[in-house]
């Protein structure tokens, strides 16, 4: 949580639900990354996104992760139309689909920036699973690097090691 902005980090099973545990507001959840696709990684991406809504989320989501990330929301959501369309009509929520925007990340490089953090991506290598990523948070007061599952990464010391943003901003 940065700010009052929740970013989540992979979405293994049980997310939404420790989210809550922890004393976090799940609705000021507004981005997402994956790190690769697999279930203790993934499970979760959408009941995350659609619990959130269900408690209220009024806000955009943007969600970051490899390919098939776009496929994965689009057929979560056709999954699960009844209950998002009952929801909107019974309860007069917004609709969730046009607030949520998945975006594929397949190579290094940077990935968002706003005005509390610089994401920064490095492939890692988690054999068979193609593309894994590495993600590199630079805030004002310090840069955290996240990765899940890799063997030995020259990438991921490379993002580990680069500058941190505070003394590129100098």
Same mark, same amino acid.
């Given at each position: ?46 009941? &995350?996104?659609?619990?959130?809504? =269900?408690?209220?989320?009024?806000? !955009?989501?943007?969600?970051? *992760?490899? +390919? #098939? $990330?776009?496929?994965?929301?689009? &057929?979560?959501?056709?999954?699960? =139309?009844?209950?998002?369309?009952? !929801?909107?009509?019974?309860? *007069?929520? +917004? #609709? $969730? ?10 190579? =290094? ?13 490095? $492939? ?47």
């Amino acid at each position: 949580m940065v700010d009052n902005v929740l970013y989540v980090i992979d979405c293994g099973n049980g997310v939404a639900r420790q989210i809550v545990q922890a004393g976090v507001p799940i609705l000021t959840l507004r981005h997402v990354f994956i790190t690769h696709h697999h279930s203790d990684h993934n499970a979760d991406y959408g009941n &995350l996104l659609l619990l959130a809504w =269900a408690s209220g989320l009024r806000a !955009r989501v943007d969600t970051w *992760g490899p +390919p #098939p $990330l776009e496929k994965m929301t689009r &057929l979560f959501f056709e999954l699960n =139309a009844y209950d998002i369309d009952t !929801r909107i009509a019974d309860e *007069g929520r +917004p #609709p $969730l689909v046009p607030m949520i925007h998945p975006h594929e990340v397949s190579q =290094a490089g940077p990935v968002m920036q706003d005005e509390r953090v610089k994401v920064t991506a490095a $492939l890692v290598h988690h054999p068979p699973v193609t593309p894994a990523l590495a993600y590199r948070f630079d805030c004002p007061d310090r840069s955290i690097v996240f990765s899940g599952d890799t063997n030995k990464s020259d990438n991921l010391i490379r993002l580990a090691k680069a500058p941190t943003c505070s003394s590129t901003r100098r």
